[in-house]
């Protein structure tokens, strides 16, 4: 009677010949094969793994779904499709199993791939509002709110300095002109009058200059 170690040695022969020019069969080493359903393009595809221990074939080899390449694979279906091979395997103990295993899960691929989507689910954008939200300045928004401050023509920048002692402070009576001419508008000729001989009365101080 053959030892497990021959056994394998003859399943690993027969695969390698029934394999030749496949490449969705993949020896990863001597007791270690892959086998790939479906286009890479196809979200449904799914690749299996199957890996000899010491005893095999008197046991079942360890199967593995969680390579990377079934990323996409919806854990349902990944366990569905693991459960069959488990039960496929049970009924060839002590035989060469591989081919088998990789084989029978091909006359069963649309009902064992049937609760994967065909495409990647959409994603659903939520809105929680952070666009929306303004950043105030505050020294920004307090500029913002001042008022222009008047913009003065170079003539009357002039008058204003004229009317001025030149040291920034108005001189006594600088307002009386405007005073008058108002007495003349709204008041009686009289008024105006004496309110021009008033002015052409008082004289103007000076400060003294300190020594």
């Not at 095999?56 to 854990?75: G, Q, W």
């Not at 003539?155 to 402070?169: A, L, N």
Request: aromatic share 8%; with cysteine.
């Amino acid at each position: 009677m053959s030892t497990p170690l021959e056994q394998q040695t003859d399943e690993r022969e027969a695969l390698q010949s029934i394999y030749e020019g496949d490449d969705n069969f993949k020896e990863i080493d001597l007791t270690t094969y892959q086998y790939k359903y479906g286009e890479e393009d196809n979200y449904k595809s799914f690749l299996v793994e199957l890996k000899w221990g010491e005893n095999y074939p008197d046991e079942a080899p360890t199967i593995n779904m969680n390579t990377f390449y079934n990323r996409n694979l919806l854990p349902a279906v990944k366990a569905e499709i693991q459960a069959a091979l488990t039960t496929e395997a049970s009924q060839w103990l002590g035989c060469g199993m591989t081919y088998t295993l990789f084989e029978c899960l091909k006359d069963n691929i649309e009902q064992l791939t049937a609760a994967q989507p065909e495409t990647a689910p959409t994603m659903a954008v939520v809105d929680d509002g952070v666009g929306a939200l303004k950043i105030s300045d505050a020294d920004a928004d307090a500029k913002r709110k001042e008022p222009k401050k008047e913009q003065l023509t170079k003539s009357q920048k002039r008058r204003q300095w004229e009317r001025t002692d030149h040291k920034g402070e108005r001189a006594r009576g600088w307002d009386w002109v405007d005073i008058v001419k108002h007495l003349s508008q709204t008041g009686s000729k009289e008024d105006a009058a004496s309110m021009m001989e008033c002015t052409a009365a008082t004289p103007v101080l000076h400060p003294l200059n300190s020594q």
